[in-house]
């Protein structure tokens, strides 16, 4: 379930400077493709359609072979989860932020989504664990925590789609490493959308789309990519 297809995408912001030219690839269900390429190749720009913030000129994009301008936002958010790049969370607690989207969890399952994305760790030294509200109290959570948040909250969300939109390029290498491994459990068997910087950070993937220029340039494997190159 969840395979995405974008079908000759062209997406412009504005009118005169095309920043999509024509893009075609399918994530098959429980597949994942990476996106990598340059700065302002437009790689955050494809998660962004497929989130529907903004929608596409000309082409398709289709989740399960349903066009996604025929569904509502809401349906359409509902089977995608996403980890952006820098989580803003709610000036709520912990479990609030964990929460959000399916209010109806029980306590055991967020506890069981904060294991997995190992939240446990650093939450368990504070005297009023996942209720105590983040920015207060000395709970400053830092760049790699945050993540590991909306990480639990995917998890918990447990939607068929995810897209991983530079989830670890603001963190240093050590954490970037454990949110890796985090990602990698939360990604397994479903499909995935990576876009990512580096080429060295989607080893795994099905398949890896180097664009460039609202073009995609080539596509591979990572080893096919590494022999051309
Ligand atoms: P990448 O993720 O590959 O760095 P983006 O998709 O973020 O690239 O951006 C692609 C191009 O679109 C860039 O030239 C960027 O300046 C432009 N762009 C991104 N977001 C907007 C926006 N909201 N309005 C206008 N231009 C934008
Ligand atoms: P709904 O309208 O179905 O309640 P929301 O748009 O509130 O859905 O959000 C559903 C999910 O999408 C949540 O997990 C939320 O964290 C995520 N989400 C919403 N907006 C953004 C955003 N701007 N960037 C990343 N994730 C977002």
Redesign the pocket.
Known sequence: QGAIAFKDVHFSYDPARPILKGISFEVPAGKTVAVVGPSGAGKSTLSRLL?R?YDIQSGAITVDGQDIRKVT??SL??V?????QD?VLFNDTVAYNIR??RTSASDGEVFAAAEVAQIAHFIEMLPEGFETKVGERGLKLSGGEKQRV?IA??IL?APPILILDEATSALDTTTEREIQTALDVVSKNRTTLVIAHRLSTVIGADEIIVLKSGEIAERGTHAALLERN
Not at 80 to 84: E, K, L, N, Q, S
């Open positions: 989130y913030f936002q809401k958010r509902s995608i989860g996403m980890v952006p989580t959000y989207g909306a909250r995917t969300k």
